[in-house]
Nanobody, 121 residues
Framework: QVQLVESGGGLVQAGGSLRLSCAVS????????MAWFRRAPGKEREFVAA???????TYSEVVGGRFTISRDNAKNTMYLQIDTLKPEDTAVYYC???????????????WGQGTQVTVSS
């Protein structure tokens, strides 16, 4: 059974930083695409960043240079470092895994439960 568990969210002030984690079990981590998405209040879930199976990284144009995706294959864990947080970064952040990296929600077959990030101004 494939499981993804996010952690690291919380309440932070604008300008601060957070590092989100996504622990994966039940799937050979390095053989699948991995991605981060987020859903802000009242909005659709949107793509943030992804690793392809061979390690290529794609970022959404929306997040600019403030987000950094990384992974530790030995720990089956993916990370999302978010710097210079803005109130508009407030959202539930989800990790996902699938056979091919892409920007669409439907391209991923397993999802975590999400971790809440709230940025105060």
């Amino acid at each position: 059974q494939v499981q993804l568990v996010e952690s690291g969210g919380g309440l932070v002030q604008a300008g601060g930083s957070l590092r989100l984690s996504c622990a994966v079990s039940g799937r050979t981590f390095s053989r699948y695409a991995m991605a981060w998405f987020r859903r802000a209040p009242g909005k659709e879930r949107e793509f943030v960043a992804a690793f392809s199976r061979n390690g290529l990284i794609t970022y959404s144009e929306v997040v600019g240079g403030r987000f950094t995706i990384s992974r530790d294959n030995a720990k089956n864990t993916m990370y999302l470092q978010i710097d210079t947080l803005k109130p508009e970064d407030t959202a539930v952040y989800y990790c996902a895994t699938g056979p091919v990296a892409g920007m669409g929600v439907s391209e991923y077959d397993y999802w975590g439960q999400g971790t809440q990030v709230t940025v105060s101004s």
